[in-house]
C-alpha cells in the first residue's frame, strides 16, 4: 500500500509498505544418496519507505527518502534446514534541475543505496551432479545458505537535451562501490555430503568481498533530416556505453564484474517510404569480446556478439498490416570458455554455441 500527503511549500510525503511471500517445492529424483530428490523453500519479504518530493523553484526539484527492507529465506535441501534472514536501511537522494523551466531540458542526480538479495536457488539450490568426470570446469553445483546480500552505493549525474522537433541526446556517467559481491566460485572440496574424503570440485554462489564499478552511456534519437535538411527523414537511435570495474580481491588484469564488457553499442534505424504504405527498418547490436578473471584460480571468456534485425511493414490499411521480420540475419557462432590453474590442475573448456537466422511472418489485425 502506498499514502501520499501534499505538505506545505511545495512538500509532498510518500510512505508505503510492501509484502510478498514465495513458496517454492520441486519434485525430483535424487542425484545424491542423502537427497531424497525434494526441495522445499519459501521468502517472506515486507519493505517499509518514505520519502519527501519537493518542488524547490521552478529550476529545482528533489526527493529524499529512506526504505528499510528484511528478507527470510528457509528451505529444506539435503543438507537439512536451512534459515537466512537479512535486512538493510537504505537512503536515496534525487536532485533535477532544469536551467529553462519551460523546457524539458535537465540534469539529473543521484545518490543511492541499493540491496540486492540473493535469489531462492542460490541459497537452497540441490546438488547437481556433473554429468561429465569431475574437474575444475566441470564441477558439482550446490546453492550456499549463507550468502549474504550485495549492497552498492552509487552516484548517477545524467545530461538530457531534448531537440525542438523531436528526439533526445543524453549523456549519463556512474560509479557504484558494491560489497559483500555475490559470484559463483570453484572450489576443491574433500568434505562434500555425497562424496565424503573425496576429491570433488563444486561450484556454489559467494560473496567475495567489495568491488568498484564505473561508465558512460550516451544515447542519442533523431532523424537524419534534423542534421541535414537534404536527408530522408529516417528515424535513428543509437547507444553507446564504456565500462570499467575491478573486484578488489582478485588480482588483475581483467578482475572485472561477471558480464560486463568494456563496451556496447547498438545503432538502429526505420524509414517510412512515403509512395507506398510501407516501413522498413533494422538495428545492430555489438558486443566486444573479453576475459574475466573471477577468483585466482579461475578466468572465463565471452566471445564478441553481433546481431543484425531487419524488418518490413506493410499496412493495408489502419486496422490491418503484414509484418516481415528477419531477426539474426548474418548468424556467427558464440564461443565461451573457462580456465582452471591450480590444485594441480590447467585445464580449460570451451563451447561453441551455434546461432540461426529467424524468418517471422505475421499478420497484425486491430479490432
Known amino acids: 500500500g502506498k499514502l501520499t500527503q501534499v505538505l506545505s511549500n511545495g512538500h509532498q510525503l510518500v510512505s508505503g509498505v510492501e509484502l510478498e511471500g514465495v513458496r517454492r517445492s520441486e519434485d525430483a529424483v535424487a542425484e545424491v544418496a542423502d537427497d531424497a530428490g525434494n526441495m522445499r523453500a519459501r521468502t517472506q519479504r515486507w519493505a517499509l519507505y518514505t520519502q519527501d518530493e519537493w518542488s524547490i523553484n521552478p529550476n529545482w526539484s528533489a526527493h529524499a527518502g529512506l526504505r528499510y527492507e528484511s528478507i527470510l529465506t528457509e528451505g529444506v535441501n539435503e543438507e537439512g534446514e536451512k534459515r537466512n534472514k537479512s535486512g538493510v536501511l537504505t537512503p536515496l537522494l534525487h536532485a533535477v534541475w532544469k536551467p529553462v523551466p519551460e523546457s524539458r531540458d535537465q540534469v539529473r542526480m543521484s545518490l543511492t543505496r541499493s540491496y540486492k538479495t540473493p535469489t531462492l536457488f542460490n541459497l537452497v539450490a540441490r546438488t547437481a551432479l556433473s554429468r561429465e568426470t569431475n574437474s575444475p570446469t566441470r564441477p558439482d553445483r550446490i546453492g550456499n545458505p549463507d550468502l549474504k546480500p550485495e549492497l552498492a552505493t552509487g552516484i548517477d549525474v545524467a ?54 564499478t564505473q561508465g558512460i552511456e550516451l544515447e542519442a534519437k533523431f532523424r537524419l533530416n534534423q542534421v541535414w535538411t537534404a536527408l530522408p527523414p529516417v528515424d535513428i537511435r543509437s547507444n553507446l556505453s564504456f565500462f570499467n570495474s575491478r573486484v578488489l580481491d582478485v588480482l588483475g588484469p581483467n578482475n572485472r564484474l561477471d558480464q560486463q564488457p568494456k563496451m556496447t553499442a547498438n545503432l538502429g534505424s526505420d524509414y517510412r517510404i512515403r509512395a507506398f504504405p510501407l516501413t522498413v527498418g533494422g538495428n545492430i547490436n555489438i558486443n566486444p569480446d573479453y576475459t574475466t578473471r573471477r577468483t585466482q584460480e579461475q578466468w572465463v571468456y565471452q566471445g564478441s556478439k553481433r546481431v543484425v534485425d531487419v524488418y518490413g511493414l506493410w499496412k493495408f490499411n489502419p486496422a490491418t498490416a503484414l509484418r516481415v521480420t528477419i531477426s539474426n540475419l548474418t548468424p556467427r557462432d558464440y564461443l565461451t570458455g573457462t580456465t582452471y590453474i591450480g590444485s594441480g590442475f590447467s585445464e580449460t573448456a570451451n563451447t561453441n554455441t551455434r546461432n540461426w537466422q529467424n524468418v517471422q511472418v505475421r499478420m497484425e489485425m486491430k479490432i
Do not use: C, M
Request: charged share 25%.
Open 159 to 212: 545530461v538530457e537535451r531534448y531537440l525542438a522537433d523531436g528526439g533526445v541526446l543524453s549523456a549519463n556517467v556512474f560509479r557504484r562501490n558494491i560489497s559483500d559481491l555475490i559470484r559463483y566460485v570453484t572450489s576443491e572440496r574433500y568434505d562434500t555430503v555425497w562424496a565424503p574424503g573425496q576429491r570433488r570440485f563444486v561450484s556454489s554462489p559467494q560473496n567475495v568481498g567489495d568491488a568498484i
